[in-house]
Structure formats: structure tokens, C-alpha cells
């Protein structure tokens, strides 16, 4: 595919114009940041486990009837999406206590809460995304009252499948950051998933040992970033050591 124009560059992925309306290429680096960027490095080989991964993920939350921005895989690094008006929020669900949650209310890391809880974020590096209330997301006019709604009944969806997905491969979904756009359909605006899903945007730990398996290795000086994210790849099925043996996850209900 011939390079397009460049729309816009953020710190895992670049976005280009896409072949056709309503459409852009999204591309994955290699490039890591942490701390709001304070911390930078690369993890050779993670755009390409990312691509895959999120398509995957991406193409199974579609099958359940989850709307998503993801149309296609295009190579080894790029995928084409539909093109979003992005909500500037952040949705962060956590299961288990962990990072600053866990730090916020001095929690021991891998306590299992209450319920899962359902947190917003305002997306801006430069004030260090700092977390929001609907009151704050309404009164500057990022969402409205039905789209928070909407937003969060996706989001709980969403949680209840990966969470079991996840759990049939033996990784426990700890917490995960996503977040939404707006598309219009025949001058119906509906809100899409958009964005990625991968062990950059998701706190993965193996379900026996707890070992981490996502970004945090790369936050914290842990080593094996790399084969930790090629481990969610091969146990998702989208690369497989042996084809003909590994048949992909198990959905648990």
C-alpha cells in the first residue's frame, strides 16, 4: 500500500489518511512511553504483536455486536479503521487492585475488588490525564448524559467478555484502558470502540503465577518485555508456535 498522508502522530501509533472517506491507517511503532512520557524506550517487535493482537481482540468484540472502529488487517504493522471523532477520555476499568490504584488507596497489588470499577480520564499529556467525574466530562461538553451511558454499557460488556476470554488462556484482565469515538451512519452518530486493546493498554498476569505479561515489565525495569507480549500472542492463537496443536483461547462463561 503506497504511504498516505500523515494525519497525526501519537506515542505508540501514527495515523494516516486512509485509501478511501471515512477511513484511516493505523500504524504501531515499536516506540514505549511510560509516566506520561517521562519514561521512553522500545520494545523491538511490539508494533507487530500489537497490530495482531488488537485485531483479534478487536474482530471478536465485533462478533458479540460491540461496534469498533477496526475494518481490516493491511500487513504486519498497519490495519485500516474507520475514522472516529475521538471523546477525549480515557476509560480505565479495574478488577483487581494494581499500579496507582493500588497506590492510590495503599492497596496491596492483586486484591480483588468489590466490583469492577469504571473510571474516566481527561486525555491531555500535558496536565498528566488527569482523572474526571461525569460532572466535569457534561459540564465541558467531551459527552453528553447518553453517550456517558452508552459509553459505559459497552464498557461493561466489554470487561465481561475479554475477562473470560482471557481467563480460558490462563491470563487474569487486572485493568484495561480504552476508549471511544463518535461515527455518523446516514446522519445517525453512534459511538464506536476505537484505539487498540493490547498489553499496552491492558494489565496482564498470568493466572497461576501472577507474572506480568504487559507494560508494566517495561515500566518497572523488569526484563523479557519483548517475550512477555509474545506470550499473549501465542496464547491468543495469532502466533502460534505450532499451528496444528494450539486451537486458540476457550471463551470461560
Known amino acids: 500500500m ?4 500523515q494525519l497525526y502522530e501519537g506515542k505508540a501509533k501514527i495515523i494516516f489518511e486512509g485509501p478511501e472517506p471515512g477511513t484511516v491507517v ?16 522500545t520494545i523491538t517487535g511490539k508494533g507487530v504483536l500489537n497490530n495482531r493482537i488488537s485485531e483479534y481482540l478487536m474482530t471478536r468484540l465485533g462478533q458479540i455486536g460491540v461496534p469498533t472502529h477496526f475494518i481490516r488487517r493491511l500487513n504486519m504493522r498497519e490495519q485500516l479503521v474507520r475514522q472516529a471523532e475521538i471523546i477525549p477520555l480515557e476509560v480505565i476499568v479495574r478488577n483487581l487492585a494494581a499500579g496507582s490504584f493500588a497506590q492510590r488507596f495503599k492497596m496491596e497489588e492483586g486484591t480483588p475488588l468489590p466490583r469492577s470499577i469504571i473510571e474516566f480520564c481527561y ?8 482523572m474526571v467525574a461525569e460532572e466535569h466530562i457534561t459540564a465541558f461538553g467531551w459527552a453528553s448524559p447518553p453517550e456517558i451511558d452508552d459509553i459505559v454499557q ?76 509474545q506470550e499473549v500472542a501465542r496464547r491468543l492463537g495469532v502466533m502460534p508456535e505450532n499451528p496444528s496443536d494450539f486451537k486458540g483461547p476457550k471463551l470461560v462463561h
Open 2 to 5: 503506497a504511504r498516505r498522508r
Open 123 to 130: 486525555k491531555n499529556d500535558d496536565l498528566g490525564d488527569p
Open 154 to 229: 459497552q464498557t461493561i460488556r466489554i470487561n465481561d467478555f475479554l475477562t473470560g476470554l482471557f481467563l480460558g488462556i490462563g491470563i487474569r484482565l487486572v485493568d484495561f484502558k480504552i476508549e471511544f469515538g463518535r461515527v455518523w451512519d446516514n446522519d445517525v452518530m453512534r459511538i464506536i470502540l476505537a484505539d487498540e486493546i493490547s498489553p499496552d493498554s491492558c494489565r496482564l498476569w498470568d493466572a497461576d503465577t501472577n507474572e506480568k505479561m504487559d507494560k508494566d515489565r517495561f515500566r518497572r525495569d523488569m526484563g523479557e518485555v519483548e517475550e512477555a507480549y
Open 26 to 41: 493505523q500504524y504501531f511503532k515499536d516506540d514505549a512511553t511510560a509516566f506520561n512520557n517521562q519514561k521512553k524506550g
